[in-house]
């Protein structure tokens, strides 16, 4: 079966610094991998998606960035952090999956990482 | 784009009642509707899914229906429990030649049962 791991599960930084989440899938390959934040309102925003190593998409600009160095890893990064960037972020795969439905956009997500920008 | 909206954004219950959540879409193209759920401090999870060439889904005390002339889905909850408390989100997805269908959600519903 497939998992997916996501840390820190917290995070407390000052602003200015930097940011690195990591993501990581198992039990399948060359997934579909997002990164969502959701902000204290609690709607979903897309931040990148990623088709394939090295294939990376941006929904909304901002500080942010992210990257896939390997099929199965997404990371979510900033040079400097600012407050704006506190929330709840989610990375999320979607793809091929054994014993069940393939071909629709099934979105499995992490479980979360808190960041406080202090 | 696809406009996703979701309602009620708060829906209190007493423990045993019904539960309904309605949203709409905006894109007639859209033919995958899942439904999230969200407990407190986790990752959102599919409770249930509809596709285009359905109209009704039922699993257990949880359904979805579609109405595609009225570009709108429902869910239902029956029989509500205290553990149905959690964030509920809707998402419809719209594929336009891509072959990335991208998921668009709701802003989503804290439903809150009371024993």
Redesign the interface.
Known sequence: SQTIHQWPATLVQPVGSPLSLECTVEGTSNPNLYWYRQAAGRGLQLLFYSIGIGQISSEVPQNLSASRPQDRQFILSSKKLLLSDSGFYLCAWSGVRTGGASGANVLTFGAGSRLTVL | GENVEQHPSTLSVQEGDSAVIKCTYSDSASN?F?W?KQEL??????II?I?SNVGEKKDQRIAVTLNKTAKHFSLHITETQPEDSA?Y?CAA?YFRGS?????Y?G??T?LTVWP
């Open positions: 995958y899942p999230y401090g986790k990752g959102p999870q599919l899914d596709r964030v989100f997805q072959t990335l269908g991208r998921l959600f802003r989503g804290q």
